[in-house]
């Protein structure tokens, strides 16, 4: 039997799979005019998140590397931003795994000074590379 949740959109009571009317109209609100909802929702981008967290083992590489704590990556970042450049949406070097905080993190960071973040990750991406010996890329 499916496992029941109070769903926080509608207030009712239903298997925690389902996706009621209410969250459906609210996830089109909310992507509407997105230029990059075509690609968080496609299957490919399902395929290449997955290897990207597969490949830094579910890791946060920012925790790791700013302080030193091993922290389940559930996030996949792209260091260049899709609406910067989408050519780089599906590229595994442009992708970073990170948890949800760092994640937030991260985007408050852009503000300040994005290329310096953008370099720092991709720093971390190749001190990732040189530990395990594996190109993410």
């Known amino acids: 039997m499916a496992r029941l949740i109070s769903c926080s959109v509608c ?10 009317d209410a969250k459906k109209k609210r996830r ?15 299957n490919k981008w399902r395929v290449t998140r997955w290897q990207v ?3 830094c083992n579910h890791i946060c ?21 899709i609406l910067e450049d989408e050519a780089l ?11 949800k905080e760092k994640h937030k993190l991260i985007h408050e960071l852009y ?9 720092e990750l991709k720093e971390m991406k190749r001190m990732w590379e040189d530990r395990i010996g594996i190109p993410l890329g």
Do not use: F, P, W
């Open 11 to 20: 207030m009712r009571v239903h298997s925690k799979d389902h996706i009621c």
């Open 28 to 42: 089109l609100e909310k992507n509407k005019g997105r230029v990059d909802s075509d690609i968080y929702g496609g």
């Open 53 to 55: 967290l597969e490949d």
């Open 61 to 81: 590489l920012y925790t790791l590397y700013k302080e030193g704590k091993i922290v389940k990556a559930t996030d996949v970042h792209h260091i260049v931003e």
């Open 89 to 99: 949406a599906y590229e595994k070097e442009n992708l970073i795994g990170l948890s």
């Open 111 to 119: 503000k300040d000074n994005k290329k310096l973040v953008q370099e």
